[in-house]
């Protein structure tokens, strides 16, 4: 498979390029430029079908002139010794949790596929990246954790000062490790903005084979479309209904990701969300996106220190409004009708969720008529550990979700003892003095 830019449909580049240099110059974002038809195989799979199974077998579909099935294999199965859990609550309701992982977040996923692909192109092919990365706990801890024991990669994170959670001392580069930590005079927008702006130096971008470990980059997003086979493999023998995934917005991976399993020919009837400012109803009930109006070559470049992928949303559908309104399914939720969905999960079904899950429970309520109209299954997708929003549930429920040890052990606060950083030229020193 070959990836193109959103923004030039010319540029075609391999997975490989796709993921080392993954900000495309044209100011766009890579996308699959063409979509293989495994309805055959994701039929095929069952209960007994792993994770990294199904994760390898899509990534050998998917990139199959650049590695061979051994290799994807092998990069799925040292990527994922944890999986996904789908549950069934209700007669046509079920849950998929995401938050099975080492840190408790679904960020766990994309970032340890990501990592392990890298790894092998440079171990098949030599040389060496660095993720550069503005954090504020989660993406850290993960990619920490991912880092561990590989050659060929590197990273700097980012933080607000005071704010480095979830390293040990044998990541930090100067104890040989991976990670180049530093603290940021200022808040986590003032971090993501110096990262915006080392990465419109392109010779520094050259000079240190820069890339970055969140979505912007199609090597960390691509695995998220392997939840949606995987959940359909647990559905199958139990569903024989039409099916809806519902989910949070966030920066619309989630929501990209199981279009694209859509596009692989995946069963799904559509995909429900709380709208957003960018994700909206129109004055008939049906999906919009205000901006879908401006063309891509007249709007900022894409965001490489906090990425939306929206504008992928947009390319899956090539701007066409009408397929985007009969197959994705915003729903006006106030912070009350999340407040209420939050209890009536804990009343009815024992789950302490968190306002992210709360809100896509809530959007369900609302979209109750259309799925009750094709007598459809939802699947409720739960991305993250519930105690990361403790504060919330137990103001809600009544509840404290306990926090479990790994997770707790993942976000313990670092003391770096190294002076904070208030410039990118800073920043370009330190990388200068720790990763030449």
């Not at 495309?24 to 038809?37: H, K, N, R, T």
């Not at 930590?181 to 702006?197: K, L, N, Q, Y």
């Not at 137990?394 to 790994?406: D, Q």
Request: with cysteine.
């Amino acid at each position: 498979m070959k990836f193109r830019s959103t923004r030039n449909p010319d540029l075609h580049v391999d997975f490989e390029k796709a993921v080392l240099d993954c900000m495309p110059e044209d100011g766009g974002l890579y996308v699959p430029s063409e979509a293989a038809d495994l309805r055959r195989w994701i039929l095929y799979t069952d209960d007994d079908t792993s994770f990294s199974n199904i994760a390898g077998t899509l990534t050998s579909a998917c990139i199959n002139d650049e590695f061979s099935p051994i290799i994807c294999e092998a990069i799925a199965s040292k990527a994922f010794t944890f999986e996904p859990e789908i549950e069934q609550i209700d007669e046509r309701l079920f849950t998929l949790k995401l938050f099975n992982t080492p840190t408790g977040s679904h960020k766990d996923y994309g970032i340890s596929y990501l990592v392990n692909c890298i790894e092998t192109i440079h171990g098949l092919k030599g040389g060496s990246s660095v993720f550069l990365d503005a954090t504020y706990g989660e993406l850290g801890a993960s990619l920490a954790r991912a880092l561990r024991g590989k050659k060929h990669l590197k990273a700097v994170l980012v933080y607000p000062k005071g704010m480095v959670r979830g390293l040990s001392e044998e990541d930090y580069i100067w104890n040989g490790g991976n990670i180049l930590p530093v603290e940021f005079e200022g808040t986590e927008a003032d971090c993501c903005a110096v990262v915006r702006e080392l990465f419109k130096d392109r010779s520094l971008i050259d000079e240190f084979h820069l890339t970055v470990a969140n979505t912007a980059n199609i090597g960390r997003l691509m695995p998220q479309l392997f939840f949606y086979p995987f959940a359909f493999s647990r559905l199958k023998g139990k569903v024989y209904s039409d099916i809806y995934y519902a989910m949070q917005c966030g920066n619309y991976s989630n929501l990209v990701a199981g279009l694209y399993s859509w596009r692989l020919s995946l069963p799904v009837n559509g995909f429900i969300c709380p709208s957003t400012p960018e994700l909206t109803l129109d004055p008939y009930g049906l999906c919009v996106v205000p901006d879908d109006l401006v063309p891509f070559t007249r709007r900022g470049n894409a965001d490489p220190a906090s990425p939306s992928n929206l504008e992928r949303l947009e390319d899956i559908f090539n701007r066409n409004s009408l397929m985007l309104k009969n197959f994705v399914y915003p729903a006006h939720v106030s912070q009350k009708k999340t407040d209420n969905a939050c209890r009536e999960l804990f009343v009815n079904y024992g789950i302490l969720a968190d306002r992210a899950t709360s809100s896509v429970y809530a959007a369900i309520r609302e979209r109750r008529e259309l799925i009750d109209e094709d007598e459809a299954t939802t699947v409720l997708v739960m991305r993250d550990e519930p105690s990361f929003d403790s504060e919330y549930i137990r103001h809600t429920t009544g509840e404290l979700p306990e926090t479990p040890v790994s997770v707790r052990e993942a976000f313990i606060p670092n003391q770096l003892n190294k002076p904070a950083v208030s410039s990118g030229e800073e920043i370009i020193s330190l990388m200068k003095t720790y990763l030449k």
